[in-house]
């Protein structure tokens, strides 16, 4: 490779690298605990905790759930329902003063689908996982902060692609994981970045493509309203407010009914930002590990109960939905979760060798190409 393209490639590595460090440093140490959030919350006891009951016990249907819910908090409107295969005894609910509050201003709970008592949700609500959240998702600043977390996220995957180019050459002179121990401080610890960062690479560029999709997903559910949604409810445009509710206790059945064979995930209620004024948007996931999070709407009339359109899924939509998940290894179990930690622990250790590299090449004045030597 001729000189003046390495220097290129060094200078756009060097760039990305230091750009994008300190925020990158942030979102691995804040993504360590996310990863283990569902133990976490166990262990500080913010997972709730439903009452022992016996297994015949029966469930009340969802408009008792509703009552349920509106009488918890009076004064609030319903947002979601949602399940989790981790309590199936347990109702997700999602309220707020209005239908159209922006998530971070709700107040999440859960229901107790036998009984419909109310159990907090600590961690949904600004508990230990909620700070980590905010923080790895948008650093409490909305989506300006996403967005320049998305932005960050590029600059690491062309950090990524650059330390490559540039490690290509350098392979050519060493055997595959030599770590210059007669060497310089220094340059062991460029032998180890390298090393770390080349092992590293595949699951790097993994975390860092899902984190830009995760980190765009409000653009990305705006961009969903205004195609997809927009043209399933469009009959609808010019209709009259809707002044009351069909019960919600059939929304399910009659989802199922639409898309046989698939399982609920989350009910929206009217007014919210998966569905319209006068719609329940039901949506459902398939059996899989992978179809699990790729979702299909059912939109049902909310004074009618008539389903007026199944939705097909846009490629986006689902690339957001496969993104999330796999961002923070929620697709192996405990396996997988420990190998993202291990992979994350090693992340951490390129990032601040990476900062320490070019701290240490600063002081002594020295070319860049000269530690790749």
């Given at each position: 490779m001729?000189?003046?393209?390495?220097?290129?490639?060094?200078?756009?590595?060097?760039?990305?690298?230091?750009?994008?460090?300190?925020?990158?440093?942030?979102?691995?140490?804040?993504?360590?605990?996310l990863?283990?959030?569902?133990?976490?919350?166990?262990?500080?006891g913010?997972?709730?905790?439903?009452?022992?009951?016996?297994a015949?016990?029966p469930?009340?249907d969802?408009?008792?759930?509703v009552?349920?819910a509106?009488?918890h908090?009076?004064?609030?409107?319903?947002?979601?329902?949602?399940?989790d295969?981790?309590?199936?005894?347990?109702?997700?609910?999602?309220?707020?003063?209005t239908?159209?509050?922006?998530?971070?201003?709700?107040?999440?709970f859960?229901?107790?689908?036998?009984?419909g008592?109310a159990?907090?949700?600590p961690?949904?609500?600004?508990?230990?996982?909620?700070v980590m959240?905010?923080?790895?998702?948008d650093?409490?600043?909305?989506?300006p902060g996403?967005?320049l977390?998305?932005?960050m996220?590029l600059?690491?995957?062309l950090?990524?692609v650059?330390?490559?180019?540039?490690?290509?050459?350098?392979m050519?002179?060493?055997?595959f994981?030599s770590v210059r121990?007669?060497?310089s401080?220094r340059?062991?610890w460029?032998d180890?970045?390298?090393?770390?960062?080349?092992?590293?690479?595949?699951?790097?560029?993994?975390?860092?493509v899902?984190?830009?999709?995760?980190?765009?997903?409000d653009?990305?559910i705006?961009?969903?309203?205004?195609d997809s949604l927009?043209?399933?409810v469009a009959?609808?445009r010019?209709?009259?407010?809707?002044?009351s509710?069909?019960?919600?206790?059939?929304?399910?059945e009659?989802?199922?009914?639409?898309?046989?064979?698939?399982r609920?995930?989350?009910?929206a209620?009217p007014?919210t930002r998966?569905?319209?004024?006068?719609h329940?948007?039901?949506?459902?996931?398939?059996g899989?590990h992978?179809?699990s999070?790729?979702?299909?709407?059912?939109?049902?009339?909310?004074r009618?109960?008539?389903?007026?359109a199944?939705?097909e899924?846009?490629?986006?939509?689902?690339?957001?939905?496969?993104?999330?998940?796999?961002?923070?290894?929620?697709?192996g179990?405990l396996p997988?979760?420990?190998?993202?930690?291990?992979?994350?622990v090693?992340?951490?250790?390129v990032?601040?060798?990476g900062?320490?590299l070019?701290?240490?090449?600063?002081?002594a004045?020295?070319?860049?190409?000269?530690?790749?030597?």
């Amino acid at each position: 490779m001729k000189s003046t393209t390495i220097r290129r490639w060094s200078l756009i590595h060097t760039g990305s690298s230091l750009i994008c460090t300190m925020f990158l440093l942030l979102l691995a140490l804040t993504g360590l605990p996310l990863i283990f959030h569902h133990e976490i919350d166990h262990l500080l006891g913010d997972a709730p905790q439903l009452r022992e009951l016996p297994a015949d016990t029966p469930r009340l249907d969802l408009q008792q759930l509703v009552k349920a819910a509106e009488a918890h908090r009076p004064g609030e409107v319903m947002q979601y329902f949602g399940w989790d295969a981790d309590e199936p005894n347990g109702v997700m609910t999602i309220m707020a003063r209005t239908a159209g509050t922006e998530p971070n201003s709700s107040h999440t709970f859960m229901l107790d689908a036998r009984t419909g008592e109310a159990v907090a949700m600590p961690s949904a609500n600004g508990g230990l996982m909620m700070v980590m959240l905010r923080l790895h998702v948008d650093m409490f600043a909305g989506l300006p902060g996403k967005l320049l977390l998305a932005f960050m996220g590029l600059l690491f995957v062309l950090a990524i692609v650059s330390g490559t180019v540039l490690y290509m050459p350098f392979m050519r002179r060493l055997k595959f994981a030599s770590v210059r121990q007669d060497k310089s401080s220094r340059l062991r610890w460029l032998d180890l970045h390298n090393l770390i960062g080349v092992v590293t690479l595949s699951w790097a560029l993994v975390v860092g493509v899902t984190g830009v999709i995760s980190a765009c997903a409000d653009l990305i559910i705006a961009a969903w309203r205004n195609d997809s949604l927009s043209a399933m409810v469009a009959p609808y445009r010019d209709a009259p407010p809707l002044t009351s509710l069909a019960p919600a206790s059939r929304l399910l059945e009659i989802a199922r009914e639409a898309a046989p064979g698939m399982r609920p995930d989350f009910i929206a209620f009217p007014g919210t930002r998966f569905s319209s004024e006068h719609h329940y948007a039901v949506f459902l996931k398939g059996g899989s590990h992978l179809t699990s999070h790729l979702l299909t709407p059912v939109l049902i009339d909310a004074r009618t109960l008539q389903v007026t359109a199944v939705g097909e899924r846009p490629w986006y939509m689902d690339a957001m939905g496969m993104s999330q998940p796999l961002h923070f290894g929620d697709y192996g179990g405990l396996p997988m979760k420990l190998l993202w930690a291990a992979l994350d622990v090693l992340t951490l250790i390129v990032l601040g060798s990476g900062l320490y590299l070019w701290i240490v090449r600063r002081r002594a004045g020295k070319p860049t190409r000269e530690g790749r030597r």
